[in-house]
Nanobody, 120 residues
Framework: VQLAESGGDLVQPGESLRLSCAAS????????LYWYRQAPEKSEKEREF???????????VYANSIKGRFTMSRDNAKRTVFLQMNSLKAEDTAVYYC???????????WGQGTQVTVSS
């Protein structure tokens, strides 16, 4: 089971980015999917939950800190989950991770992360 994030970049405040996370080695439509981020100087235990979409592909649920600016979506046919990030702020600077957990709890997998830096 493997997840691979991409799309991180250096952008200016107010700009947008779209992150992708491609999955392999798992039955994608059995996985609940999550996006987290880890800000600079924060530990792994302090990763911030951002958004989730369940394996039944219901509406995404968002953390208050990004609600209205970020949109999560999944494409089961492409085995990929996305995070569209608009109106980026300096405080959005972090390493962004996707996470997949099977609905029955039999796996819990993280990607390697992708760096997003928001700076003028």
């Amino acid at each position: 089971v493997q997840l691979a994030e991409s799309g991180g970049d250096l952008v200016q405040p107010g700009e947008s980015l779209r992150l992708s996370c491609a999955a392999s080695g798992l039955t994608f439509n059995e996985a609940n999917l999550y996006w987290y981020r880890q800000a600079p100087e924060k530990s792994e235990k302090e990763r911030e939950f951002l958004a989730t979409i369940s394996h039944v592909n219901g509406p995404a649920v968002y953390a208050n800190s990004i609600k209205g600016r970020f949109t999560m979506s999944r494409d089961n046919a492409k085995r990929t989950v996305f995070l569209q990030m608009n109106s980026l702020k300096a405080e959005d600077t972090a390493v962004y991770y996707c996470n997949a957990r099977k609905w029955d709890g039999s796996y819990d997998v993280w990607g390697q992360g992708t760096q997003v830096t928001v700076s003028s």
